[in-house]
């Protein structure tokens, strides 16, 4: 049986691929007895520029109808630490975990954690939340998000 280290491994993999495509390096999957349901890498600027099209919203739009009863059993990987949209959408969604790689100061959602609203909250106590796993390889990621996203600013 694959072990969380085994998903995160997963998700730098999922994560350069992005990356090598033009977009943010980040990687996404899902979980579920011991199988991947679902993955998802960051797709914001290609093949075509879609502001949603983040690794976590990706992998989540691959679970099967069939299975989303079971969302909190699921478990969510991902290389870095979500943003708001994507934190928003796990808790809405009830996933029941969450393993992060790299925290992410500059755009992550964990600071929001005690200022959001009260459904968010509570959903939020429901879950667990794990990170940062993997740390050496995702900060290298982040780095390299931080790096992409300065440079297209800059233009």
């Not at 994560?15 to 998802?40: F, R, S, T």
């Not at 502001?51 to 989540?60: F, M, N, S, V, Y």
């Not at 998000?145 to 800059?154: D, F, G, M, N, T």
């Given at each position: 049986?694959?072990?969380?280290?085994?998903?995160?491994l997963?998700?730098?993999?999922?994560?350069?691929?992005?990356?090598?495509?033009?977009?943010?390096?980040?990687?996404?999957?899902?979980?579920?007895?011991?199988?991947?349901?679902?993955?998802?890498?960051?797709?914001?600027?290609?093949?075509?520029?879609?502001?949603?099209?983040?690794?976590?919203?990706?992998?989540?739009?691959?679970?099967?109808?069939?299975?989303?009863?079971?969302?909190?059993?699921?478990?969510?990987?991902?290389?870095?630490?979500?943003?708001?949209?994507?934190?928003?959408?796990?808790?809405?969604?009830?996933?029941?975990?969450?393993?992060?790689?790299?925290?992410?100061?500059?755009?992550g959602?964990?600071?929001?954690?005690?200022?959001?609203?009260?459904?968010?909250?509570?959903?939020?106590?429901?879950l667990?939340?794990?990170?940062?796993?993997?740390?050496?390889?995702?900060?290298?990621?982040?780095?390299?998000?931080?790096?992409?996203?300065?440079?297209?600013?800059?233009?």
């Amino acid at each position: 049986m694959p072990t969380d280290h085994d998903y995160m491994l997963h998700t730098v993999k999922l994560a350069k691929a992005a990356g090598e495509a033009g977009n943010l390096p980040i990687g996404a999957l899902i979980a579920l007895d011991g199988k991947i349901i679902a993955e998802g890498q960051n797709r914001l600027w290609a093949p075509v520029i879609n502001p949603g099209r983040h690794a976590e919203i990706d992998a989540l739009a691959g679970i099967k109808t069939s299975l989303w009863n079971r969302a909190k059993e699921m478990t969510l990987y991902t290389s870095l630490e979500p943003c708001l949209m994507c934190l928003s959408t796990i808790l809405l969604h009830r996933i029941g975990h969450v393993i992060y790689g790299a925290d992410d100061p500059r755009g992550g959602a964990l600071c929001t954690v005690g200022h959001m609203p009260p459904a968010f909250e509570r959903f939020y106590k429901e879950l667990k939340m794990t990170g940062p796993a993997l740390q050496e390889e995702c900060d290298e990621l982040f780095r390299q998000v931080v790096v992409k996203i300065e440079s297209r600013i800059a233009k």
